[in-house]
């Protein structure tokens, strides 16, 4: 695959404040993923139909890490927000059908530190900025990762009706971007962006990665490396705690993607 935004890439995520790229998984490694998942998080009998397993990377092991820093998506990451950048944290979302939705939230927040998006001299920069793993397709109507195109860089985020918000009422603004199992989607968290209702028959399985400029964190409690005694040297890197100066580049000028 190729490695880092072509110049569509770079259109789209500046008009759309979303990006998907197609098929970093095969279909093999998607089930592989499953199976891990189903391996290391068994259903209960008393689950319901939405489930959330926080610090997934940590539970379930190091072919959960090696997605912080897959060569592919990692480059799209550094031309979106430096090469300081630092993995926040990490869960996952699985639905069954009739899970229900999450409101839409978040935008461009002039006075906090990680919800922001920013393009100066050629050179696009986000704060908190999420991957999201699709293990299983998401056709049209299907529900899942909704959003309003473009509203990262709205200038009326206090005029969206609480009703669109809530799901309450449908808006031509709100979309479902299809996906396919494989394709990973970024987006911004300045994007006013949600879940819907979950209305496909199959489960989605939706692992995310949340990443910070190196100055900056979301999560109050950091990785701790001690949890992660195999990772590479580029994952601990990602992993180290917010620092203005001291955050060393994830992948240094002249470093390969590649492992």
């Known amino acids: ?23 970093v998984l095969s279909a093999d490694e998607c089930e592989h993923y499953i199976r891990l998942a189903d391996e290391a998080w068994p259903r209960q009998p008393g689950d319901g139909p939405m489930r959330r397993q926080n610090d997934m990377a940590k539970a379930w092991g190091q072919p959960f890490v090696d997605l912080m820093d897959h060569p592919v998506v990692l480059s799209y990451l550094v031309e979106l927000m430096g090469r300081q950048l630092r993995i926040d944290h990490d869960y996952c979302i699985f639905m069954r059908e009739g899970a229900p939705h999450g409101n839409l939230h978040g935008g461009p927040r002039l006075f906090e530190s990680d919800h922001w998006y920013r393009y100066q001299d050629g050179i696009m920069r986000n704060g908190l900025t999420v991957t999201t793993w699709n293990l299983t397709d998401a056709p049209a109507g299907a529900g899942g990762f909704t959003c309003i195109p473009g509203s990262h860089k709205t200038n009326f985020l206090k005029l969206v009706d609480p009703a669109v918000q809530r799901f309450e009422r449908d808006a031509p603004y709100v979309v479902q971007p299809t996906m396919a199992a494989g394709d990973v989607l970024i987006f911004t968290e300045a994007l006013i962006h949600g879940t819907g209702k979950w209305h496909a028959s199959h489960e989605r399985r939706a692992l995310l990665y949340k990443y910070s400029p190196p ?10 490396l001690n949890d992660f005694p195999v990772a590479t040297e580029r994952q601990r890197r990602l992993m180290a705690p917010p620092s203005v100066e001291a955050h060393a580049p994830v992948v240094p000028r002249g470093e390969s993607f590649d492992r």
Do not use: K, N, T
């Open 1 to 23: 695959m190729r490695y880092g935004l072509s110049d569509e890439d770079r259109f789209q995520f500046d008009l759309q404040g979303f990006l998907v790229i197609p098929g």
């Open 215 to 224: 100055h900056s964190s979301w999560r109050i409690d950091q990785y701790d």
